[in-house]
């Protein structure tokens, strides 16, 4: 295990030049206030210093607008309100995100009829536009956050270097299910408790100390590679559990960027959390067969190689922590 993991620490090199939760995805929200009239919510990506995305929404033909857009670029985020007019309505009309194709962007949509029910689609730079329909969906919304969730763990770099910290500390086995459970469990309760607005937490310290987490466990691997058996070595449930808490506040985070449906928020939240835990179990299905290939090959892995990931590890998250404290 040693030696395989040597050959991820390219990618823990690569990921300290990069910012956790890069997937910031666009979104949509059209409210019906009437049969004919919509409120628009529309919410782009910054690019720093007063630059946003050059996403624009594209409604069906006929739709006028009934406001002046009301514009403001907050925590890097360009948002714009106003109202439109559809006469018939929206139902069988196509919506199209211009600039969406030139993009690696995704782009949340969220219909609220005057009955409660609601449209979720989720579109992407091949999918760029959608046809509204009639009635809802629950599939549509499990499908949608599914992915959602799916894409927001393999995208959350501090996450996954986490687990991987883990999983070395752990070496696999029934310990690492046991470990992976217990982190399943309670970031589930945070993320429901937080979405649900059962508690309230900011979200920078709470990315603070996810990095804070993921120091501690690395450094616990380097105390057992000297033969001192720290708590993690001897209890990783207990560890993962307890940081696992904080890792589901920052879960909550993500989610409600992209906001949940009014009819379908157990389905949204279910299948959020089931796209998160496919996320984890694919993350450490590469690792573990990266693992296998690398025993096969029977690589050389010299003594002082052995703690770099460790190190590498440690490194990156430290950067992350002093870098998410600066931002307070």
């Known amino acids: 295990m040693k030696r395989a993991l040597l050959a991820l620490l390219l990618l823990v090199v690569l990921a300290s030049g990069i910012s956790a939760h890069e997937v910031r995805p666009a979104y949509l929200e059209l409210r019906q206030r009437t049969n004919e009239t919509y409120d628009v919510l529309w919410k782009v990506p910054g690019r720093g210093e007063n630059l946003r995305l050059s996403l624009y929404v594209e409604l069906p033909a006929g739709c006028t607008a009934a406001s002046e ?11 714009q309100r106003w109202t439109v007019s559809c006469p018939g309505g929206l139902a069988g009309g196509t919506i199209r995100i211009a600039g969406l194709s030139a993009t690696m962007t995704d782009v949340l949509v969220r219909l609220e009829r005057l009955d409660g029910s609601t449209q979720v689609v989720r579109l992407t730079p091949s999918v760029p536009s959608f046809v509204v329909s009639d009635t809802p969906r629950a599939f549509e919304v499990a499908r949608t956050y599914g992915m959602l969730g799916i894409e927001h763990i393999l995208s959350g770099i501090d996450h996954l ?3 991987l910290a883990l999983l070395i500390i752990t070496r696999g086995g029934w310990r690492l299910v046991k470990t992976v459970t217990a982190f399943t469990l309670s970031h589930s309760l945070t993320l429901t408790a937080a979405t649900l607005g059962i ?7 709470v990315e603070a100390v996810i990095a804070l987490s993921i120091v501690f466990v ?7 590679r000297r033969g001192e058996e720290g708590i993690t070595a001897r209890a990783p449930w207990v560890v993962a559990f307890s940081f696992g808490l904080m ?4 879960f909550a985070g993500g989610l409600s960027e992209a906001g949940l449906p009014t009819v379908h928020v157990p389905t949204a939240l279910l299948f959020f959390s089931i796209g998160v835990e496919l996320g984890h179990l694919l993350f450490i299905g590469v690792v573990l067969s990266l693992i296998a290939l690398a025993r096969r090959a029977a690589l050389p892995a010299p003594n002082w190689l052995r703690p770099v990931p460790a190190y590498a590890i440690g490194s990156v998250a430290m950067f992350w922590v002093i870098q998410r404290v600066a931002a307070f």
């Open 247 to 250: 890792h589901g506040l920052g």
């Open 218 to 224: 690395a450094a616990e691997i380097l105390r057992a």
């Open 199 to 205: 508690v309230h937490v900011p979200q920078r310290p």
């Open 161 to 163: 270097l986490f687990v």
């Open 69 to 79: 857009p009301r514009a403001t670029m907050v925590s890097n985020a360009f948002t």
